[in-house]
């Protein structure tokens, strides 16, 4: 076992080069062999669910392919590297966009012969690709109701995510008082909340208003294009998103969170995955599949949503995203209708992906199957997977081959996986140990993962893994489901108290704060949000700086929950 102690990111390649060796399979041995040699192999092994026929072996392959999936630290590749096939990535879906739209752009246009299509059903059953898109737009339809730009209003509001002139975690304050950048086409809709919201008015202009009130253009910076940048993604390669104007960023948050709580009636719930996990662990006894795209929100194309959504609510919806995206100093007209960073994105493209798979559903079965849809996780009956293939693919989507799994042993959903039924979800080392709670964390998937697997923290694989723990560290019992301590069993826990649990030493994270003074920026803020209560007994609001913060030790009693 390694000390705890160990730091670097050798020490994490000590440790999968250890838990390789324990493995001993075929597998484990090429990766072991790939590690320090030529790392792009680990990308390429992806064990082969048809080769296994009892879960732990297959359980242990592959958490060797999914240890060192995200880390950064590989030997061999870099930030530079990952963000130019990132890169390559986004050029391809721009590619791939361009010829969707213009071949949806010829169907907007009369050319109805191009959905003439037949679709590969089971049976006799007979079906089109007109069929399948004029349900799609009429179930589109009824989930979001006729155009209420008021409702869309309500929902409006501001994150602390990037934006086109600011980088993540800036104060709201600054967003909602300084010049909003904003697209011309974006830019009559914001002005038209900003002379409804007085609090918001009275913040950026520094002046109360006694009613309705007009903001002037000089408040406002106008600008065509959003931000490309890229954020980790995996080991090797980055996630290509763009950081939209301030003024389109909070348009797009009522959209957004108005879509996700329509999608809520039709059983879609985007605030929870656990279903689409549930279904994956069905699939194998229940004749379920489960089927994954490539590069999803890059290849929703304007022709696209322009083809599926009602018109109102696509010229509402084009009006708010960026049609330009700015990478250093090239500025690209996208062929994309909005890629990740737009705030309704995961909604709209949730809510394309259900009315297509659900339309498929329906038109096979008169009173349909079962449906999952979480973005572009998808699980489905497994009779409809192919037809749900062909009009994806119609629509300009790359199905994942090795993520999409029609039948067999595997399936997975939503980061879940399961191998006949059984849950072998591997986790994930992202970063170096570099520093006491990231040991901890580690230490604890370790020892959960063979709870999973084996039915005891205590595996031969899993002693590959954990850490020598010293007395006196941060220890918690293997029931808690934080990560404040190493799990420990109860025998080597601190004092016992029947009512509060154990008292242990556990570590505590402590945010960075600072008081935002702009107290009219607050007010405006806070009539928005009026769920939040401000815990400050002066008045003010107390922000987090994103990412900023201390560990600090403390002792705490931990219940034991049986």
Partial sequence: MTSVTNL?????????????????????????????????????????????????????DWQIYCFLKKFKGLPGTSLTERRLE???????????NFHTNVRLSAILHGDCSLLDIPIRVPGETTMTMATVISTAQRKIESVLGPFNWKKLVESCNWSSGATVDLPRGTQLSKKMTERITVTERALPYLKKVLARDIGWMAALTGRETLGYASPLDLNFSIVRH???????KSAFTERCINAEPTGNAFLQQG??????????????DLDDQSFNQWMAGKAYTHGYSTLDLQSASDTVSIQLVKLLLPQRWFEYLDSIRTPFSKDGKKITKVEKFSSMGNAFT????????????????????????????????????RALF????????????????????????????????????????????????????????????????????????FSKVAKALVSDLPDGVHKIPFTDKSDRGFLTPTRDLGRFDPNRGYLCKVLLFVPDREVQYKQAAFYAYKLRRRQYQNADPRGQPMVTILGRGRWISAQNWVQRWE
């Fill in 8 to 60: 670097s990111d050798e020490a994490v390649i000590e440790r999968f080069d250890d838990f390789c060796k324990r493995v001993n399979t075929t597998l484990a041995r090429q990766a072991s062999n790939a590690v320090r040699q030529s790392p792009e192999v680990l990308k390429s092994l992806l064990p082969d669910p048809g080769l296994y026929d009892d879960v732990e072996s297959f359980a242990l």
């Fill in 86 to 96: 990132a890169r390559r990535g986004w050029s391809a879906a721009e590619r791939a």
């Fill in 226 to 232: 959003s931000r490309f940048l890229t954020v980790p």
């Fill in 255 to 268: 959209v957004g969170r108005f879509l996700r709580s329509r999608l809520k009636r039709v059983c879609i």
């Fill in 346 to 381: 995961f909604e709209l493209e949730s809510l394309i992906f259900w009315a297509l798979a659900q339309s498929v559903n329906e038109l096979l079965w008169d009173h349909g199957g079962m449906v999952a849809v979480f973005g572009d996780d998808i699980v489905c009956k």
């Fill in 386 to 457: 192919d037809p749900l293939v062909d009009v994806l693919r119609f629509c300009g989507f790359t199905v994942n081959t090795k993520k999409s799994y029609k039948d067999g042993n595997f399936f997975e959903s939503c980061g879940a996986n399961y191998f006949m039924g059984a849950d072998v979800t591997g986790f994930h080392l992202e970063d170096s140990l570099s520093s006491l709670d990231k040991v901890i964390s580690f230490h604890n998937k370790a020892l959960r993962w063979s709870i999973r697997i084996f039915g005891t923290p």
